[in-house]
């Protein structure tokens, strides 16, 4: 049985730039890629904090240590500049492959720098 799993996320990125006419794909800081594990061209989540949007594009590089998040063509019109977002990727994984993998967790701050990275959510308590 294969099980789609959280691979990498970016918790709380800002938007910097929307670029309608942009040919699509989000461009995100080279360094972010990187640290998350995430390649350019794969395939994204968006989670819209702001205004509850969720969609689907690919990833592109952006200058390294600039901090853009830059929300691109169509996708243009579910994010503004300074929207929080939640970047995921996924994978999948045979069921022998879960008990060894941890996904990659980057959280930012208000500039698209890292903050602290870590391997697993909290369990959520009442």
Not at 54 to 77: L, P, Q
């Amino acid at each position: 049985m294969y099980l789609t799993l959280l691979k990498s996320k970016l918790h709380r990125a800002c938007v910097t730039h929307i670029e309608l006419e942009y040919e699509g794909s989000c461009a995100i800081d080279s360094v972010l890629l990187s640290t998350a594990g995430i390649q350019e061209y794969e395939q994204i989540h968006i989670y819209n904090l702001t205004n509850g949007e969720r969609f689907v594009t690919y990833a592109i590089r952006a200058e390294d240590n600039s901090g853009i998040i830059s929300v691109n063509g169509a996708a243009a019109h579910k994010a503004c500049p300074g929207d929080r977002l939640i970047i995921c990727t996924y994978a999948v994984f045979e069921r022998s492959e879960m008990d060894s993998f941890k996904p990659l967790l980057i959280y930012l701050d208000d500039r698209n720098f890292i903050t602290h990275t870590g391997n697993a959510i909290p369990v959520q308590v009442a």
